[in-house]
């Protein structure tokens, strides 16, 4: 097994036990504004996928990752299945050439790309793709633009997802089952956005165990980006003209 194909599986194993652990208080968000069956579609899910990932014999992170979608795509039920595994599935692609910051950005950029059509739904519709945006738009800034080394581009990912979750509580559904309930949604925290972020920690968790570093205290906001320069940027401040 490849370095990068074993963390995918010890992440996977880490999502895994983590949403068992999460099963119940899943149940509750979902029984607010749904069936009821998050928590127990995707603990049965993410177990199967497991154990899937684990018998493959020497597999890399692409390989990994498809095996892991199709079985969520089989074994989750409802539209969490294709959702979460079916858009995986086509993500895993982008990984054909292992983890880098670099194909992690891609990844996680198509990955968000398929949710979006699968579910045809974007942000402020109250569904996974609240706390789903603003983790990719971050990540994909924080190596892109920022430079971040690629922990603490995870941890502001992370951050931004836990905030998509708590904006997901006072807005109305506009997709989804909850959308029935009208403005009864308002005030409710939606599984799906929630899952996502249980995802999200396990990925950091498990890839800074990995790389043997600390988990960094930080933030979803940017550093702040110097002028070039902050000599003619001042010439200028001072040049221009007052408001009446």
Not at 187 to 208: F, M, N, R
Not at 222 to 227: A, E, L, V, Y
Request: proline share 5%; no cysteine; glycine share 8%.
């Amino acid at each position: 097994m490849t370095d990068d194909g074993a963390t995918v599986v010890a992440a996977v194993e880490a999502v895994a036990e983590r949403i068992e652990t999460e099963r119940d208080h899943l149940t509750q968000l979902d029984s607010a504004i749904g069936d009821a069956d998050h928590g127990g579609n995707m603990a049965r899910g993410w177990a199967e996928a497991a154990d899937a990932a684990r018998d493959l014999d020497d597999p890399d992170a692409e390989t990994v990752a498809k095996t892991v979608g199709k079985t969520l795509m089989a074994e989750v039920g409802g539209a969490s299945g294709p959702l979460f595994g079916g858009s995986l599935v086509f993500a895993a692609g982008e990984l054909d050439e292992g983890v880098t910051p670099e194909t992690a950005v891609t990844f996680a950029e198509t990955y968000l790309e398929k949710v979006e059509d699968r579910g045809d739904a974007r942000v402020g519709d109250q569904t996974m793709v609240d706390a789903l945006t603003p983790a990719v738009h971050t990540f994909k800034k924080s190596i892109e633009v920022d430079e971040l080394d690629p922990i603490e581009a995870l941890a502001k990912a992370v951050d931004a997802a836990e905030r998509g979750v708590a904006f997901t509580v006072p807005i109305r559904a506009r997709k989804g089952r909850a959308s029935y309930l009208g403005w009864r949604s308002v005030g409710h925290q939606d599984p799906g956005a929630t899952s996502t972020l249980i995802i999200l920690e396990e990925l950091l968790s498990v890839a800074a165990e990995r790389l043997d570093v600390e988990v960094p205290e930080t933030d979803a906001a940017s550093p702040t980006i110097p002028d070039d320069d902050p000599e003619e940027a001042s010439d200028d401040a001072a040049a221009a003209p007052e408001d009446d």
